[in-house]
């Protein structure tokens, strides 16, 4: 699907691209950045992350990424749900980097909120709200200032390692730094510049998210040294290109609404 063009937000639903998460890697053999070792993390085609590394990590079997905000709460992509009310068909996997470990701890759905207002421009985030609560794996707190919408930024996922590429079994990793707005507006018109954040190798390509890696955490360290949501794995031109970054949802710009959502869910 899409392979060639710009992924939207709908894409991951939409098909092939099921899978989820994105995997960040870096796509293309041909795209690869220089082997430097101080750079970016040798991501070239993405390396495993390990079990526990990101323990908030969850897989939906839409064929997206999500991270656990609360113990029966995921926070996702807007372009992975059909929109908002109960739905039992979704079924969160976690707790595992491969998707086929027997630890895995799997829970369905009851209800998926939507962002209100998502009409496919901006505004790319949902909850899900589980069946029962997901005991004993941490969970991911959200940026709520954008005092962390810059520097270095992980991101996960089981999505494709290339474009076009096959869902992975296992977690994949990768580290992308922030593409101010000014320069991820020159690559993609359409930008929502207040609701969206950009990240990749604006030069050189290779790594990224991909098909399969929406709904996804992209995530750094805070000033404590702890884990933060900074971004929802959104869209991209293909998948690590040259000067075609990955955009996400800015999270911090959606803390209030996403807290208000989550509590209208019940926590
Ligand atoms: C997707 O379809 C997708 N390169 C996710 C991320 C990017 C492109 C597509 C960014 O899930």
Same mark, same amino acid.
């Given at each position: 699907?899409?392979?060639?063009?710009?992924?939207?937000?709908?894409?991951?639903?939409?098909?092939? !691209?099921?899978?989820?998460?994105?995997?960040?890697?870096?796509?293309?053999?041909?795209?690869?950045?220089a082997?430097?070792?101080?750079?970016?993390?040798?991501?070239?085609?993405?390396?495993?992350?390990?079990?526990? &590394?990101?323990?908030?990590?969850?897989?939906?079997?839409?064929?997206?990424?999500?991270?656990?905000?609360s113990?029966?709460?995921?926070?996702?992509a807007?372009?992975?749900?059909?929109?908002?009310?109960?739905?039992?068909?979704?079924?969160?996997?976690?707790? !595992?980097?491969?998707?086929?470990?027997?630890?895995?701890?799997?829970?369905?759905?009851?209800?998926?909120?939507?962002?209100?207002?998502?009409?496919?421009?901006?505004?790319?985030?949902?909850?899900?709200k589980?069946?029962?609560?997901?005991?004993? !794996?941490?969970?991911?707190?959200?940026? &709520?200032?954008?005092?962390?919408?810059k520097?270095?930024?992980?991101?996960?996922?089981?999505?494709?390692?290339?474009?076009?590429?096959?869902?992975?079994?296992?977690?994949?990793?990768?580290t992308?730094?922030?593409?101010?707005?000014?320069?991820?507006?020159?690559?993609?018109?359409?930008?929502?510049?207040? &609701?969206?954040?950009?990240?990749?190798?604006?030069?050189?390509?290779?790594?990224?998210?991909?098909?399969?890696?929406?709904?996804?955490?992209?995530?750094?360290?805070?000033?404590?040294?702890?884990?933060?949501?900074?971004?929802? !794995?959104?869209?991209?031109?293909?998948?690590?290109?040259p000067?075609?970054?990955?955009?996400?949802?800015?999270?911090?710009?959606?803390?209030?609404?996403?807290?208000?959502?989550?509590?209208?869910?019940?926590?």
């Amino acid at each position: 699907m899409n392979t060639f063009g710009k992924t939207l937000r709908r894409s991951v639903a939409a098909g092939a !691209v099921a899978l989820a998460a994105f995997s960040l890697q870096p796509l293309s053999a041909q795209a690869q950045p220089a082997p430097d070792a101080s750079a970016a993390p040798p991501v070239v085609g993405g390396t495993r992350a390990e079990q526990g &590394e990101f323990p908030w990590m969850v897989r939906l079997s839409m064929g997206c990424g999500g991270a656990l905000y609360s113990k029966t709460i995921v926070l996702t992509a807007a372009h992975c749900v059909d929109g908002s009310g109960p739905d039992t068909s979704i079924t969160a996997t976690a707790g !595992v980097v491969d998707l086929q470990d027997s630890n895995a701890i799997k829970v369905k759905s009851t209800e998926v909120l939507q962002a209100p207002g998502y009409n496919g421009t901006g505004k790319d985030w949902a909850l899900i709200k589980l069946a029962q609560p997901i005991e004993n !794996v941490p969970t991911l707190p959200i940026a &709520e200032s954008n005092a962390y919408d810059k520097g270095e930024f992980g991101v996960a996922g089981w999505g494709a390692d290339k474009e076009g590429g096959n869902q992975q079994r296992y977690l994949l990793k990768a580290t992308v730094p922030f593409v101010d707005d000014g320069t991820c507006k020159g690559a993609y018109p359409d930008l929502v510049e207040g &609701e969206e954040i950009c990240a990749g190798l604006m030069d050189t390509g290779g790594v990224d998210t991909c098909q399969g890696d929406s709904g996804g955490p992209m995530f750094r360290k805070d000033d404590g040294g702890a884990w933060v949501q900074v971004g929802i !794995v959104s869209w991209g031109e293909g998948c690590a290109r040259p000067g075609k970054p990955g955009v996400y949802t800015e999270v911090s710009h959606f803390a209030a609404d996403i807290k208000k959502g989550a509590d209208e869910l019940g926590g």
